[in-house]
């Protein structure tokens, strides 16, 4: 099998950062269309209910997945930076621990799914008139969750050395899967939310299927051999120092958003379903700073691994420029195109309106994402990820439920709410841009 890893210790910065974003953003895109047209189906072909249960599922399925998600960073990390540094025996320690340690986690992650599903939708306050079909939808669900797993670590894998090609293809073909089946269960066989769950996990392990045998037959260091299948310590605990801060941040800033989705759930299913499409529009609208982030990681990571300090800096500020760049583009058209965005999701006024209020609130705030996402992944880079998970969850977690409960003790309404997630980007993006210019990268610090 052709490799297609690359090497960025070497090259124009510009060039690197744009071939592996624009994959990565296509990846995403795709990614997105998961739950979009999940939400979309069930928008036009089943009703608000069915909408605002799909769409309000999202913090308790983070909660969980995210967690998981944090262990594919620090694997991606230590990854990136062994294949910088050509260590090929390390490389493959790495990689056969992280599949190792995929394969736990997929138990754990089914088994914990099942058990949170009841408190969370009591705790988030779910209306009675989406309760069963909220609950429906997560048991399917989690009970598949091992192929959201295996894709994301496998395709951490590709990425981390320069790979983001192969895992977009697979990604693109399970995503039309799943519209494809989406279609046929809900219009052809009248499944309703649990047709849509059962085509998002069937696609999600064919991505899982298609990226472990593209790693089964990669000749490179960082190919899976399953005889030499183990655990190695050493690994684990760098897997577990990087990555373990960010499951944790991920999870609990998950978990705080439930806390956000109960205040949503207050003004009714119409707002919930509006919430739940604003919550689709606005995580395509910031594909571009996610996707030039993670280019910007397995950038520094590499050339950190490298030594060479200055090219993995200047890696940083061209990142952050770019992503200002394309932030700004896809803002204003988000903005100025709001109510048909939200009418091609739902014929309904009332969830449109909520939708568009959502969107005029929150979108101008979209250039504080940008520093907050490519200087925690930048310090990530470089083997500090402690310090950015304390920002984050000091940010996203301690001061949003402050502010939020402050402003019901106030008896703030719906603009305040919306404006809960601003707040926490701009707290975090001072934070972040503060540690950056005193991390050893700044400096110039290489031990």
């Known amino acids: 099998m052709a490799r297609l890893d690359t090497d960025m210790t070497q090259g124009r910065i510009w060039q690197h950062l744009m071939r592996f974003s ?72 790495a990689v056969h621990t992280t599949i190792a340690l995929t394969f736990i986690l997929s138990l754990l992650a089914t088994a914990a799914g099942q058990l949170i599903i009841g408190p969370m939708l009591k705790f988030m306050q779910t209306p009675d008139d989406v309760m069963a079909e909220s609950r429906s939808y997560l048991s399917i669900y989690f009970a598949g969750v091992c192929g959201i797993l295996f894709y994301n670590i496998g395709g951490g894998i590709l990425r981390a050395v320069g790979d983001s090609r192969r895992p977009l293809i697979f990604l693109i073909v399970s995503a039309l899967l799943n519209t494809v089946l989406d279609l046929l269960f809900v219009l052809a066989f009248g499944m309703g939310v649990e047709g849509v769950a059962w085509a998002t996990i069937l696609s ?20 899976i051999r399953w005889r030499s299948l183990a655990i190695d310590r050493e690994s684990l605990a760098i897997i577990l120092k990087i990555g373990l801060p960010s499951s944790i941040q991920s999870a609990i800033t998950s978990f705080s958003n439930v806390f956000v989705q109960s205040y949503i759930n207050y003004f009714g299913s119409a707002c919930m379903a509006g919430y739940g499409v604003y919550g689709k529009i606005d995580a395509f609208a910031l594909i571009p700073v996610q996707s030039i982030s993670m280019a910007s990681t397995t950038f520094v990571g590499q050339n950190w691994g490298a030594k060479q300090v200055k090219r993995a800096r200047d890696g940083v500020r061209t990142a952050t420029v770019m992503s200002l760049i394309s932030t700004v583009v896809l803002g204003v058209m988000v903005y100025a195109l709001a109510r048909p965005l939200m009418g091609f999701f739902s014929p309904e006024t009332e969830v449109i309106d909520y939708g568009v209020r959502f969107i005029h609130i929150i979108t101008p705030f979209y250039l504080t994402i940008c520093f907050n996402q490519i200087y925690a992944g930048a310090l990530r880079g470089v083997g500090d990820a402690t310090m950015p998970t304390v920002i984050m969850l000091a940010s996203f977690v301690a001061f949003r439920q402050i502010y939020l409960a402050v402003a019901k003790a106030l008896g703030a309404g719906f603009v305040a709410v919306a404006l809960a997630y601003p707040v926490g980007w701009i707290m975090c993006s001072t934070l972040l841009i503060l540690r950056y210019s005193r991390s050893a990268l700044v400096r110039g610090e290489r031990h």
């Not at 953003?25 to 036009?44: I, P, S």
């Not at 999202?58 to 594919?72: E, M, S």
């Open 22 to 93: 624009i994959p990565m953003a296509v990846g995403l895109l795709f990614q997105q269309l998961y739950n979009t047209v999940d939400t979309l189906v069930v928008g036009q072909f089943v009703g608000q209910q069915a909408q605002a249960a799909v769409g309000s599922t999202g913090p308790i399925i983070n909660t969980v997945v995210g967690f998981c998600a944090g262990l594919a960073t620090g694997a991606s990390v230590v990854i990136s930076q062994r294949y910088g540094a050509h260590d090929q025996k390390g490389l493959g320690k």
């Open 204 to 223: 999600q392990i064919v991505s899982a299927l298609l990226i472990l045998i593209t790693l089964t037959r990669s000749e490179g260091g960082y190919g």
